[in-house]
T-cell receptor, first 113, second 111 residues
Framework: DVKVTQSSRYLVKRTGEKVFLECVQD?????MFWYRQDPGLGLRLIYF???????EKGDIPEGYSVSREKKERFSLILESASTNQTSMYLC????????????FGPGTRLTVL | QKEVEQNSGPLSVPEGAIASLNCTYS??????FFWYRQYSGKSPELIMS????GDKEDGRFTAQLNKASQYVSLLIRDSQPSDSATYLC???????????FGKGTLLTVNP
């Protein structure tokens, strides 16, 4: 079974703090993704990575950065958290090639006060 | 025009009935189609994937794809209360890594 884990289920931070969200997959997947999910807006792609040290912007990259130093780990960084970044953050990974099904982690509910 | 559209619902069906969930997409180059189920407070889990026109069955679930009409649907036979969830349609364009998601349809199965 594919296993995607995220470092925290719930996180509360203050405005202006630097926030790190970590995602780890154990299936040697090439691709990893960060989404946020908000009521009425659905799932929106923030960033994705198709190889170590490679990244591409998704639909809403502003205010975020990412890091992928090892194949199994993909980090999302909020350089200076703001209240409008309060959301559910979901990490996903996919094998790469072919149909390329994405598998999701359990999510991190981030609240920025 | 929205890229992937779903009726937001809620769609309410009685237990044992067939639930029909629909999704339309705008990009004709789309090649891979996925249905995810998401329980409240949980992350999406893959139910079905379909890549060719026609029907694909897996247990009580059937995915239907019509590329000419640009729609994909999910039928759930013998619906159970445990099927109550939000169903997300996702579309992948060619060899692009990116999935585009619809906003989901909330399904409620009433005992």
């Amino acid at each position: 079974d594919v296993k995607v884990t995220q470092s925290s289920r719930y996180l509360v931070k203050r405005t202006g703090e630097k926030v790190f969200l970590e995602c780890v997959q154990d299936m040697d997947h090439e691709n990893m993704f960060w989404y946020r999910q908000d009521p009425g807006l659905g799932l929106r792609l923030i960033y994705f990575s198709y190889d170590v040290k490679m990244k591409e912007k998704g639909d809403i990259p502003e205010g975020y950065s990412v890091s992928r130093e090892k194949k199994e780990r993909f980090s999302l960084i909020l350089e200076s958290a703001s209240t409008n970044q309060t959301s559910m953050y979901l990490c996903a990974s996919s094998l790469g090639g072919g149909p390329d099904t994405q598998y999701f982690g359990p999510g991190t509910r981030l609240t920025v006060l | 025009q929205k890229e992937v559209e779903q009726n937001s619902g809620p769609l309410s069906v009685p237990e044992g009935a067939i639930a029909s969930l629909n999704c339309t997409y705008s990009d004709r180059v789309s090649q891979s189609f996925f249905w995810y189920r998401q329980y409240s407070g949980k992350s999406p889990e893959l139910i079905m994937s379909i890549y060719s026109n026609g029907d694909k069955e897996d247990g009580r679930f059937t995915a239907q794809l019509n590329k000419a009409s640009q729609y994909v649907s999910l039928l759930i036979r013998d619906s159970q209360p445990s099927d109550s969830a939000t169903y997300l349609c996702a579309v992948r364009r060619g060899s692009n890594y990116k999935l585009t998601f619809g906003k989901g349809t909330l399904l409620t199965v009433n005992p």
